[in-house]
């Protein structure tokens, strides 16, 4: 993925220590939401669920749900914002430009989002309760609590009115479902009335 942002020759530089470090993250993550998953599962005697084959089923669905949502927040953001996930913990790369569109429609906060699905679909490919639900938990309060307490406040002084308007309007983290639909069913729709009209513009051009 990073591959890709850093060949792109927008946005930010990258530094390799950066990369290194977030790609880590990558690798980490999943081994630590594996054994502490497990560790619970056996300390609270959790059973395994859910059974074949609908593990694998949901699981995989979530996982990589959860992933394409963070890799594309995390390309819009770097793409239109010319900033990165981590720009509050280095300012360089704070995004200079407030990103309303794609994802960030519907949510404000893709990328905590998305990569939060990632435990939960872990645990369920795995038959683990413990990875699912209080790895997940865990995983969105330390996600919510530093989006309050540091990164809003930070967004509010740097784009003032612009994102307070954006704020009012978008949901912190669960889209809405009713413009989920529309956003979905728009296009379909649009394409059918093209496809009843054309017909009868093919009629009357006879």
Do not use: C, H
Request: charged share 20%; proline share 9%.
């Amino acid at each position: 993925m990073f591959i890709g942002l850093l060949m792109s020759g927008e946005g930010p530089r990258i530094r390799p220590r950066q990369l290194a470090t977030y790609m880590l993250i990558f690798v980490a993550a999943p081994v630590i939401t594996f054994v502490f998953g497990r560790w619970l599962d056996g300390i609270l005697s959790m059973p395994e669920f859910p059974p074949f084959p609908f593990n694998l089923v949901l699981g995989f669905t979530v996982f990589f749900a959860g992933l394409s949502i963070g890799i594309k927040s995390t390309r819009l953001l770097y793409r239109e914002g010319f900033g990165l996930p981590w720009g509050e913990a280095r300012t360089e790369v704070q995004s200079m430009k407030l990103v309303t569109t794609g994802p960030y429609a519907y949510t404000r906060n893709p990328i905590v989002l998305g990569y939060s699905l990632l435990p939960l679909g872990m645990g369920l490919m795995f038959k683990s309760p413990g990875m699912a639900f209080p790895t997940t938990a865990a995983v969105l309060l330390i996600n919510v609590v530093l989006v309050k307490t540091r990164e809003e406040p930070n967004l509010e002084r740097r784009f003032g009115e612009e994102y307070l308007e954006y704020k009012r309007g978008t949901p912190f983290l669960i889209p809405d479902a009713g413009a989920l639909v529309k956003a979905v069913v728009g296009p379909v729709s649009g394409r059918t009335e093209e496809n009843d009209e054309s017909p009868a513009k093919k009629g009357q051009a006879d």
